[in-house]
């Protein structure tokens, strides 16, 4: 198993930063990739960015390119979500998760998932 716990979420004004922060514990040998992804109120689950724990690399949608970076510390057993120049629709709940598998794109494909995390941007 694999926990994972997620920090760093708040308020902030549009055009503000946040930095997100996603620790994992347990059997973190296991994981091939971690992921953030964002569950705004009426709207599905959508992926943010992902990043492989053993490479580095990364993938991000579109509407998050140029602003948001993700990054880890294998070290730490963390993984990190800047998030610059905030827009009032990146609000949402932001979770981490892993997966043991090849890297993906689809939420239901991974294995573990953080208790989430808020970031309201205000106007």
């Known amino acids: 198993q694999v926990q994972l716990v997620e920090s760093g979420g708040g308020l902030v004004q549009a055009g503000g930063s946040l930095r997100l922060s996603c620790a994992a514990s347990?059997?973190?040998?296991?994981?091939?990739?971690m992921g953030w992804f964002r569950h705004a109120p009426g709207k599905a689950r959508d992926l943010v960015a992902t990043i492989s724990w053993s490479t580095g690399s990364t993938y991000y949608v579109d509407s998050v390119k140029g602003r948001f970076t993700i990054s880890r510390d294998n070290a730490k057993n963390t993984v990190y979500l800047q998030m610059n120049s905030l827009k009032p629709e990146d609000t949402a709940v932001y979770y981490c998760a892993a997966t043991r598998g090849a890297t993906t794109t689809w939420a239901y494909e991974y294995d573990y998932w953080g208790q989430g995390t808020q970031v309201t941007v205000s106007s």
């Open positions: 347990g059997r973190t040998f296991s994981i091939n990739t």
